[in-house]
């Protein structure tokens, strides 16, 4: 069996804005926050990290910070739910045909890593009409820490489908250095897609187990993800 796990922003689908737009609105809204957030990379971080990383910046504490986030994270969720349009969020390139292939095989069970709280990751993929494929996941919202998401998409799938998931059984799919990162402690498979705005040669220099340009070829992703593949993708 295999516990597929997808990142969602630059890996399976771009908001064109949507998010940071909304994220932007909420700390105006919530801390009045009005700095440049186009200078941060929010690649591979979880939102409750970007909010402190921000904050931080602009000299506010970790208490204050943290007193306010369920706020931020009110604010910033009615932004996203405007924003989060199918005209701005979209699948990227071959995305639909491999995770639709992934769900045709009883054998491969589909989750979510990812960063965003999962109202946000819920309200983005609903833009992209994706939800239906990503019944459960390791969300921002479950901890701060990227590490720390493996063991509870392992757990949370365990308790679906009554498998214990463990080493190259999961794969992970990112396009962020932190995705790839995530899944060494846990020996999962590692697969980085240069399809978000991590330099080729950023996410090649982390050792990913297999390395893609996108997500077109449908082929030798199914061989990476399944095993039937050990030489790095291109």
Known sequence: MRLVLFDIDGTLITDRGAARDAFGSALDAVYDYRGDLSRYDFSGRTDPQIARMVLRDADWRDADIDARLPQLWDV????????????????????????????????????????????????????????????????????????????????????????????????????????????VPYDAITIAVASGKTPAETLRAENPRFFFENAEDLGALMSAITGHHRLTGS
């Open 76 to 183: 910033y969720l009615a932004g996203l739910a405007r924003n989060a349009t199918p005209e701005r969020v979209r699948a990227l390139p071959g995305i639909r045909a491999l995770v639709g292939e992934l769900a045709s095989h009883a054998w491969v069970i589909l989750g979510l890593l990812t960063g965003n709280i999962e109202p946000g990751a819920r309200l983005k993929l609903g833009g992209a009409a994706l939800n239906e494929y990503f019944p459960f996941g390791a969300f921002g919202s479950d901890s701060a820490d990227r590490n720390q998401l493996p063991p509870v998409a392992m757990q949370r799938a365990a308790e679906m489908h009554g498998h214990r998931f463990r080493g190259s059984e999961v794969v992970i799919i990112g396009d962020s250095i932190y995705d790839i990162r995530c899944g």
